[in-house]
């Protein structure tokens, strides 16, 4: 039915940031709420899917009926996503991954004094979404971009780069949409198209980009 459009697919959703630590009580992270993939998981469950979130820390309830992996880091971010989406359909990368994390983690309080503690080095962390699109088999991946200039072409080198099937762009740092905001507008392109969703609530946005995407899936693999 129209409603179930999802029906019998595994999906996959990343959502939140990840919190790289530098010392027992400080963290790198940034400003996701986790908004945008609780509203996809949330949605996804309803059109029929078969929904693993993986989270990273954020303030939201658990969305019903999907099974929820809380991770905090990017390397368990890493682990949970590898490991869900081994006999996925659908992989989707809503979460804020910290492209770098400490490279020593202090088992101390760092003090303002201590020598090296006004330095702090970092090494890069894997990237899920591009390790997802490197499975075989492959599930479908759809990738978000976070973007604050020239959008179009950075999404569309992501969408190359990281080999995704589609990718979902916004705006980030305007008054409206992108991080922690109740609404979202989406420009999203895939290999030979591209729809631009308007900015909408993130809950209506999420039916939106899954539509799109079970829309798309069909066109590849018609059934
Ligand atoms: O959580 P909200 O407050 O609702 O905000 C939503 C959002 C702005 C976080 C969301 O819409 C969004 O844009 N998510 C992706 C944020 C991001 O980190 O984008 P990016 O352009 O840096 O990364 C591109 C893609 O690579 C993303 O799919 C990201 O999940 C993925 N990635 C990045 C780095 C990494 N090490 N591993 C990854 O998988």
Request: proline share 4%; aromatic share 6%; with cysteine.
């Amino acid at each position: 039915s129209a409603g179930n459009y999802l029906a019998g697919l595994k999906l996959v959703v990343s959502a939140g940031p990840t919190r790289e630590p530098l010392d027992p009580v400080r963290f790198i992270s940034n400003r996701s709420s986790g908004k945008m993939g609780y509203a996809l998981a949330r949605a996804a469950v309803a059109a029929g899917a078969d929904v693993t979130l993986v989270s990273g820390p954020v303030q939201l309830p658990a969305p019903a009926g999907a099974e929820l992996v809380e991770v905090e880091t990017a390397l368990q971010m890493h682990d949970a996503v590898l490991k869900a989406c081994r006999n996925a359909d659908v992989y989707i990368g809503a979460a804020a991954v910290a492209d770098y994390r400490a490279k020593q983690i202090a088992a101390h309080k760092l003090k303002k004094a201590e020598t090296g503690a006004d330095v702090i080095q970092l090494e890069k962390n894997p990237d899920i979404v591009a390790d997802v699109a490197a499975l075989q088999p492959k599930p479908w991946v759809v990738g978000f971009a976070a973007e604050t200039e020239d959008l179009e072409n950075y999404a569309l080198g992501k969408l190359r780069s990281k080999n995704l099937d589609m990718i979902a762009a916004n705006w980030v740092g305007r008054a409206e949409g992108g991080f922690d905001s109740e609404r979202n507008a989406l420009q999203v392109f895939w290999r030979d198209g591209r729809k631009a969703l308007e900015m909408a609530d993130k809950t209506s946005l999420a039916v939106q980009l899954l539509q799109l995407i079970a829309e798309r899936m069909h066109e590849k693999n018609p059934i």
